[in-house]
């Protein structure tokens, strides 16, 4: 059932660019394994080997400071629909906050957002998909506002406060590198 691929094929990318969500999972060397489903408009396929996703600010930061100490990820999207399928992407990440070299550029591949908080850059060794049978059926209403409004009645100063009070440690007590951006 499933099939492996050494690269993202155009059936994978055109299945990726359909999807409203996907999941991302990432673990330290220790403590607990992280699995984050994200949604709206924050992911980009860059090429056959790179993807990219923009990480907006919530109430948690566990894959920054996963990927301080172990950049392996991996990143699920999930048919929901008729045609059953999942796909699996794994490979290494870098996270880039808004005071790295190249922030501009890779900010600019998504829509501007107060909350922007990192954008993750993986490059893919393995594409898999397997046959989603077991999912269930569900339909695609709407991208929840409820964040986007919220980032929007923040100034990127109180953004930055909230980064300052809440996402400096992972929930094992970890470094997630965020004063890089303070």
């Not at 056959?48 to 894959?63: F, H, K, M, P, Q």
């Not at 399928?85 to 794994?90: D, F, P, V």
């Not at 998909?129 to 990127?156: H, I, M």
């Amino acid at each position: 059932m499933a099939e492996q691929f050494p690269s993202i094929e155009k059936t994978h990318q055109d299945f990726i660019e359909r999807q409203q969500m996907f999941f991302v999972a990432t673990a330290a060397s220790e403590g607990r394994v992280n699995l984050s489903p994200k949604g709206m408009d924050s992911f980009r396929v860059l090429g056959s080997n790179r993807i990219a996703w923009l990480n907006l600010t919530g109430s948690g930061n566990e894959t920054a400071a996963h990927l301080r100490d172990n950049n392996r990820m991996t990143v699920m999207f999930c048919s929901f629909d008729k045609q059953p399928l999942i796909l699996r992407l794994y490979g290494k990440a870098k996270a880039f906050h808004e005071n790295d070299e190249g922030w501009d550029e890779r900010a600019s591949w998504f829509p501007a957002s107060t909350g922007a908080r990192q954008v993750y850059e993986m490059e893919v060794d393995l594409v898999q998909n397997s046959c989603g049978f077991a999912v269930p059926r569900y339909a695609f209403e709407e991208q929840r506002p409820t964040l986007k409004k919220w980032a929007d009645n923040q100034s990127r100063d109180q953004m930055k406060g909230y980064w300052d009070k809440k996402n400096r440690t992972s929930i094992d007590g970890f470094p997630t590198g965020i004063e890089e951006a303070l």
